[in-house]
């Protein structure tokens, strides 16, 4: 079962940031946060990564609680091409098999 | 640098044939996986594979579907005999190794419709 917990939707202004959370609750020590988007009729896009620390790429901000529990992922200039299934995933630990479980996601529109 | 390379794109078959799909990861990556995505729900591992020895495949529907990977680059998903809760998109994905630090990458998907 996935180990997140996010909205099944959520809406955006064009140009606004777009802050999508996730919990998290059961997570380990040594696990990452992954944040992958899926836009349709094509396979999921990969965004962002962190352990403990918060983490910025050219897509997005990624920021991690400091009890680890929960995160946000945050696309600081939301644009129409944003609108997608974003699945925030826990890895798991490295012992395992190391693969993505994938819940339900969130499904992001943006508005003119 | 080239992405997971996946084909056929689409697929439409017959209850009771076969078909296959053929991947071609990233150049290096070690971990291979697959999975089925339905219309409407996340992605589904169905087996993932470190170089050419399968690490998990308990989602795996053994019956009917299989799944190799020699000499330890591309790989090949089957399905035989295909049903109708088979119509599903495969994604296949690859990463450098099994630590939970490398990203996993995805192809686009092979789309494939039972009727």
């Known amino acids: 079962d996935a180990k997140t917990t996010q909205p099944p939707s959520m809406d955006c202004a064009e140009g606004r940031a777009a802050n999508l959370p996730c919990n998290h609750s059961t997570i380990s020590g040594n696990e990452y946060v992954y944040w992958y988007r899926q836009i349709h009729s094509q396979g999921p896009q990969y965004i962002i990564h962190g352990l403990k620390n918060n983490e910025t790429n050219e897509m997005a901000s990624l920021i991690i609680t400091e009890d680890r529990k929960s995160s946000t992922l945050i696309l600081p200039h939301a644009t129409l091409r944003d609108t997608a299934v974003y699945y925030c995933?826990?890895?798991?630990?490295?012992?395992?098999?190391?693969?993505?479980?994938f819940g339900s996601g969130t499904r992001l529109s943006i508005r003119p | 640098e080239a992405g997971v390379a996946q084909s056929p794109r689409y697929k439409i078959i017959e209850k009771r044939q076969s078909v296959a799909f053929w991947c071609n990861p990233i150049?290096?990556?070690?971990?291979l996986y697959w999975y089925q995505q339905i219309l409407g729900q996340g992605p589904k591992l169905l087996i993932q594979?470190?170089?050419?020895?399968?690490?998990?495949d308990s989602q795996l529907p053994k019956d009917r579907f299989s799944a190799e990977r020699l000499k330890g680059v591309d790989s090949t998903l089957k399905i035989q005999p295909a049903k109708l809760e088979d119509s599903a998109v495969y994604l296949c994905a690859s990463s450098l190794g099994r630590s939970s630090g490398n990203t996993i990458y995805f192809g686009e998907g092979s789309w494939l419709t039972v009727v």
């Open positions: 594979f470190q170089n050419n020895g399968v690490v998990d």
């Open positions: 995933i826990v890895r798991v630990a490295p012992s395992s098999a190391s693969k993505i479980i």
């Open positions: 150049s290096g990556h070690a971990t």
